[in-house]
C-alpha cells in the first residue's frame, strides 16, 4: 500500500518517468526497504493509530499512513518519512524514525529513536 503511494506521488507528482522510476526504486527492494505483507493484526493495529491520532485538520493520517505505522511498530527497524503528521505519531506511539530530507523539524541526517526527546 505505502509503496503503491510512493510510487504514484513520484510518478504522477513528481513526474519521475517509469523507467526511471524503476532504476530508483527497485534497487532498494533487494536492499534496505522492506516490504511487508499486510496481515489483520495490521489492520487492527492501523484502525487503532488511526483511531486515537487522525483529526482532519491537525493531523489527517490516511490509511496508508496507519498501515505504515502499524507495521513499522511490529518490527525493531522502524520507519522513515518526511511526512511531518507521521513523524509526530511515530514519536507518540514509540516507534524508531528516519527523519527524511523535505521534513518539517529536527535536521534530516539524524535518525531519531523514540526514547530521544
Do not use: K, Q
Not at 86 to 100: P, Q
Amino acid at each position: 500500500m505505502n509503496l503503491a503511494e510512493a510510487l504514484d506521488v513520484l510518478g504522477r507528482v513528481d513526474d519521475v518517468p517509469e523507467e526511471r522510476l524503476r532504476g530508483l526504486v527497485e534497487p532498494l527492494l533487494v536492499g534496505p526497504v522492506t516490504v511487508t505483507s499486510v496481515t489483520a493484526r495490521h489492520a487492527w493495529r492501523a484502525a487503532e493509530i488511526r483511531r486515537r491520532h487522525y483529526h482532519a485538520r491537525r493531523c489527517p493520517l490516511s490509511l496508508a499512513d496507519c498501515f505504515l505505522l502499524s507495521a513499522a511498530s511490529a518490527t525493531s527497524g522502524g520507519l522513515a518519512t518526511a511526512d511531518p503528521d507521521v513523524l509526530r505519531v511515530a514519536r507518540d506511539e514509540g516507534i524508531a524514525v528516519r527523519v527524511l530530507p523535505g521534513a518539517e523539524g529536527p535536521d534530516p541526517s539524524t535518525s531519531l529513536d523514540p526514547s530521544t526527546p
